[in-house]
């Protein structure tokens, strides 16, 4: 095999693999993570069943690398948000959407990260093996949000940014629960600026 033909074939099995993986995001926020299988990726990838096998060796290492891969999408979130963070160009509302759109369902309905990462930390009592990549999820978008906080004015973010975070997460369960018409974005909006005044009072 030439060089070039096996430099095709490695880029046709990594895109093989990436759709695996991106399937396997929509299996578990359309159905539960519960419901991943090698069948149920490959079929939602257009995939012959064995194919999932071939590029991973359990259902447990497809999942992980489904999570991984939405901890690489709030990396480029957290890069994104840092770079205007230092910017020192950030406003009380340029704050909150951007906090709002790392993690928030409310930003992005038709996104499966946000289901998928909720079903991952619900998931990890059961699955202790995913504790690692969900973690990892988690701190960088804890450092994100306290990065922003910092370059907002606030000496001391870390409490601010879990009150935050939690926020968010508590409206996105809600939103996940019991969804309404247009979101409820604006309601968290306003209490992420509350809790914001309350660290920052406006001149």
């Known amino acids: 095999m030439t060089e070039e033909r096996r430099k095709t074939r490695y880029a046709r099995g990594q ?20 419901r991943v299988s090698f069948r ?25 690398a489904a999570i991984t891969r939405i901890a690489e999408n709030v990396t480029a979130k957290v890069a994104a948000l840092l770079d205007v963070a230092h910017t020192g160009g950030l406003t009380r509302d340029d704050l909150a959407d951007a906090i709002m759109d790392l993690v928030s369902l409310l930003s992005s309905p038709a996104d499966d990260d946000s289901l998928v990462q909720f079903e991952a930390y619900l998931a990890v009592r059961r699955r202790p093996e995913l504790a690692d990549s969900v973690h990892r999820i988690m701190r960088m978008i804890e450092e994100a949000a306290e990065a922003a906080l910092g370059a907002f004015g606030i000496a001391e973010p870390q409490l601010p940014a879990r009150h935050f975070l939690a926020l968010i997460d508590g409206y996105t369960l809600h939103e996940i629960a019991r969804p309404t018409p247009g979101g409820n974005r604006a309601e968290l909006k306003d209490a992420l600026l509350r809790a914001l005044d309350s660290y920052v009072p406006r001149a």
């Open 40 to 64: 149920s990726v490959a079929d939602a990838a257009g995939f012959p069943p064995s194919t999932t096998s071939y590029f991973f060796g359990s259902v447990g290492e497809l999942i992980d």
């Open 15 to 34: 895109e093989r693999r990436d759709a695996l993986v991106d399937a396997a995001i929509g299996v578990i926020g359309t159905r539960g993570l519960e």
